[in-house]
């Protein structure tokens, strides 16, 4: 188990056996998440973005979607 210490800024290090194992470098953005009453960190990288890729189940439709009101916008 590795362990850190919050600062008086609220920060806190990530240890680098953490960081090494997960990917987490400098500028990557981290997710604290509340579930069950546990805090956990979540790096959101792009394996997190593809792991949710078809959760919402419309087959790429508000991905589409989303693109169309982009280039509706640029059009503007």
Same mark, same amino acid.
């Given at each position: @188990? ?42 959101? %990288? ?12 419309? %087959?790429?439709? @508000? ?5 169309? %009101? ?7």
């Amino acid at each position: @188990m590795e362990t850190s210490v919050v600062t008086v800024k609220g920060q806190i290090v990530v240890p680098a056996k953490i960081r090494r194992k997960f990917g987490i470098k400098k500028g990557t953005k981290i997710a604290f998440v509340e579930q069950n009453g546990k805090l956990m960190i979540q790096p959101l %990288d792009k394996n997190y973005f593809e792991s949710l890729a078809g959760i919402l189940g419309t %087959d790429g439709d @508000m991905l589409k979607g989303l693109m169309e %009101d982009k280039k509706k916008e640029r059009e503007l």
